[in-house]
């Protein structure tokens, strides 16, 4: 069986935003607690882009920070979504480009953005943190086996406005 890999967007204390992998658990990893892949981006900033950023000069981005993925940003430096390498080389681009969202009379690919290829902030899984705090990974790797969600938001602050 493929390992399943589930991509983690947390959210704590004022909303601040962590991300990790769960990647093939094996015995001993499957019994550990979700919050120790967190990375905790008050020790450690997380990776962004600007929404209106050309999605090659985003994958770029990625490759200097060494991420897979960007938190999304607007004109105002609000979050509004997140950003994979698969959104930007997938088939995120070419959808976009054949849609009627893309206003241009012919389309190319560097007119693509990341805003244009992103999962919408109000798209991801919300999960509240209190249900997540005591699961274990294969807890919460078995919950969302059956989905096809890759992205989720666990926040503290669930009543936040910030929080989705």
């Known amino acids: 069986m493929t390992p399943q890999v589930l991509k983690l967007i947390t959210v704590i204390g004022d909303c601040a935003y ?3 992998t769960v990647a093939g658990l094996d015995r001993a990893q499957s019994t550990a607690s979700l919050w120790k892949i967190a990375t905790d ?3 450690k900033p997380a990776a962004s882009v600007a929404g209106e950023k050309q999605i090659d000069a985003a994958l770029a981005d990625m490759r200097r920070f060494g991420v897979r993925s960007l938190l999304v940003t607007d ?3 609000n979050l509004v ?3 994979t390498s698969m959104d930007l080389q997938g088939e995120r681009p070419l959808q ?3 849609s009627s969202a893309c206003l241009k ?9 990341a805003r244009d290829v992103m999962t919408p902030l109000k798209e991801l899984k919300l999960i509240d943190a209190s249900a ?3 699961a274990s990974l294969a807890d919460f790797a078995a919950t969302f086996a059956d989905t096809t969600i890759s992205h989720f938001l666990i926040c503290h602050h669930w009543e936040s406005d910030n929080c989705g």
């Open 132 to 134: 997540a705090e005591n």
């Open 41 to 43: 981006f008050h020790v």
């Open 81 to 83: 979504g997140l950003v």
């Open 18 to 20: 962590h991300i990790s």
């Open 75 to 77: 004109e105002e430096g």
């Open 105 to 113: 009379p012919i389309c190319k690919r560097e007119d693509v953005c």
């Open 96 to 98: 976009f480009l054949q």
